[in-house]
């Protein structure tokens, strides 16, 4: 017995096992289209393309549906420089030692360095925050619960929607990135999780043939 109010689950399509697996693959071709950008056009995109994405983010499950993440999204040119700035010297601060030799070596083929311009060239920077109180509603200031693993799961849903809309994306993971709380005039207690860079990639863009490298079902995956 319930003791909790419920309503229907929501009514799925009822596909034949076929239909299941070609919607699977038509899923999976999508997605393996999907490539991080750095080379981004500054052409402009829709508000709305980015506010249906962010709905979609919110979808996602969470702990104890307290849905514990902040989405800053940032158009401003001003605001923009001052995270590329800001973002610019943490990184510039990680290539000259502050990272070590074997996380440098990792990063060579993708070629990286502590240069970010796209953080001022994309119309739209999404910063995004966790919060380790909350809650459901407006003003409450409740314990969360799985704030990391709910942010990465709406994350992730928020990178799939954009793809779907035909945008590039980025995520940019200064170390530290506390600087965002007072660019995006967010409270102290929220922790910024990531940048998420969104829109046209630029006409020349290109991709290192590192990143088209991936593990095979047999490297990802374990059937018991």
């Not at 928020?158 to 940019?172: D, F, M, N, R, V």
């Not at 102290?188 to 593990?215: F, N, Q, R």
Request: net charge neutral.
């Amino acid at each position: 017995m319930k003791d909790h109010e419920t309503i229907p689950y929501t009514a799925l399509p009822d596909y034949s096992d076929d239909e299941r697996i070609v919607r699977a693959k038509a899923a999976y071709e999508a997605l393996k289209t999907r490539r991080t950008c750095r080379y981004f056009s500054d052409a402009p995109v829709p508000r709305e393309v980015i506010e249906y994405a962010l709905l979609a983010a919110g979808t996602a499950p969470n702990g104890a549906n307290h849905q514990p993440w902040h989405f800053a999204v940032v158009s401003s040119l001003d605001k923009k420089r001052a995270i590329r700035a800001a973002a610019e010297a943490e990184e510039k601060a990680f290539y000259a030692g502050k990272a070590s030799q074997e996380w440098i070596d990792a990063l060579a083929p993708l070629g990286t360095d502590d240069h970010k311009p796209y953080l001022e060239t994309a119309p739209w920077l999404i910063v995004i925050f966790g919060q380790r109180k909350g809650g459901m509603y407006a003003g409450e200031k409740k314990q969360n619960y799985y704030v990391n693993e709910s942010v990465g799961i709406a994350t992730g849903m928020l990178i799939h929607a954009l793809h779907e809309a035909g945008l590039a994306t980025l995520t940019h993971t200064p170390n530290p990135m506390k600087f965002l709380n007072e660019i995006c005039d967010r409270p102290p207690d929220e922790k910024p999780m990531m940048v998420l860079v969104a829109g046209k990639p630029a006409a020349d863009a290109t991709i290192p043939v590192h990143a088209t490298i991936k593990k095979p079902l047999d490297q990802i995956s374990s059937w018991l």
